[in-house]
Structure formats: C-alpha cells, structure tokens
T-cell receptor, first 115, second 111 residues
Framework: DTGVSQNPRHKITKRGQNVTFRCDPI?????LYWYRQTLGQGPEFLTY????????KSRLLSDRFSAERPKGSFSTLEIQRTEQGDSAMYLC?????????????FGQGTRLTVV | DQQVKQNSPSLSVQEGRISILNCDYT??????FLWYKKYPAEGPTFLIS?????DKNEDGRFTVFLNKSAKHLSLHIVPSQPGDSAVYFC??????????FGTGTRLTIIP
C-alpha cells in the first residue's frame, strides 16, 4: 500500500494521559500535514513540515501538542495531559512540493477518545 | 471566522441526475481550490482541484466551476451514482499549502 498510513486507527485514553500518533506519508512526498476534525466540522489545520522542518503551527496547537518529523520521513504527533476537548479525528496528509500547488493526500486518521 | 462556507449541510439527488454542490469563500488571497470526498471512518479522498487562473476544470463525471468575482465555486457530478453518496468538503489554499476546509455537504444519491 503506497498511501498515507496512520497508526493507531483508534485510541481511547483517560484524561490526563499522554498519547502519541504516527503518520507515514507517501514516500516521495516532502510535505506532511496534521489536521484535526471534530463532529460536524471540516478538517482544521494544525501544523505542517517540509522535510524535517516544521514550517507553520496553528494557534489551535496548544503547548500540550508537539509534532516531529525527525528524518523527513514519518511524523509523530504527541498530546500531553489529554483533555476531553482533545477528542477528535486526527488526520495526516502529505504532498509533493513541485513549485506549484499540489493536492494533499490524506490517511485514514486516528480517532482519539478521551474519557 | 469561517473563511470557506458550505451552506447546504445535506443534499439528496436521484441516481442518474446531476448533483451540484456549492461553496463560498471570503478570503480573496485564496488561489487554489479543491474538493474532497469523505466516507465514514475514513480520511478525505481528493477529487478535483482548480487554480484561480481558470474558471472550469473537468475530470470524468466531475466538473468544478470557479466564479472569482462572486467568490463561489461549485462541483457538478453527472450522472450521479449510488457510490457518490458521501460527505463532500470544499477546501482552499492561499499559496502556503495549508488547506482551509468548509463544514461539508452530505450527498445522498437515491436509487
């Protein structure tokens, strides 16, 4: 399978616990994005990387959230001290930067439930 | 501040007829627009895109129209098929590659 892969698909955690999600982008894509989607809303941008550099972070990304892409390949998104409001679908996407606009391809997402 | 708006939460269309999904935007810096389709428990799947230098882009049964002066775009699906039943998201970019999404329109194709 050569699409964007996200693990785990589902995560249930207790409030206050830390969670980490992984995203493996399409191999030739140098841009990687994290989005969050809550019920009834469209995906909301969180952050993106070009290779290993994190180029932009949304103000939605509180200091409890951290994302890394250490070698410019896979990425991890960690949420510390989870809150019930963090319950959402976390989506990863990747694209190839070719000098113009290109479409982003999404993974199947990680659904987080904080109880 | 909802910069991309999809004012119809749902739409039902008979199989074989045309489906028209609408999207409005407020940010005049947006210069690239995309439509994504989403099934339950899956990530969005890219359908079709259009650059602001064009007013129409076609790909098989899917056509996107862009009216820059009205800040409006639409997705036409013809003929509509049962497999087209899904939530459709309009998204826009202002050149920095992050996408701003609308809230989606749930399309139901009636056999």
């Amino acid at each position: 399978d050569t699409g964007v892969s996200q693990n785990p698909r589902h995560k249930i955690t207790k409030r206050g616990q830390n969670v980490t999600f992984r995203c493996d982008p399409i191999s030739e894509h140098n841009r990687l994005y994290w989005y969050r989607q809550t019920l009834g809303q469209g995906p909301e941008f969180l952050t993106y990387f070009q290779n290993e550099a994190q180029l932009e972070k949304s103000r939605l990304l509180s200091d409890r959230f951290s994302a890394e892409r250490p070698k410019g390949s896979f990425s991890t998104l960690e949420i510390q001290r989870t809150e019930q409001g963090d319950s959402a679908m976390y989506l990863c996407a990747s694209s190839a930067s070719l000098g113009g606009h290109t479409e982003a391809f999404f993974g199947q997402g990680t659904r987080l439930t904080v109880v | 501040d909802q910069q991309v708006k999809q004012n119809s939460p749902s739409l039902s269309v008979q199989e074989g007829r045309i489906s028209i999904l609408n999207c409005d935007y407020t940010n005049s810096m947006f210069d690239y627009f995309l439509w994504y389709k989403k099934y339950p428990a899956e990530g969005p799947t890219f359908l079709i895109s259009i650059s602001s230098i064009k007013d129409k882009n076609e790909d098989g049964r899917f056509t996107v129209f862009l009216n820059k002066s009205a800040k409006h775009l639409s997705l036409h699906i013809v003929p509509s098929q049962p497999g087209d039943s899904a939530v459709y998201f309009c998204a826009a970019s202002d050149g920095n590659e992050k996408l701003t999404f609308g809230t989606g329109t749930r399309l139901t194709i009636i056999p």
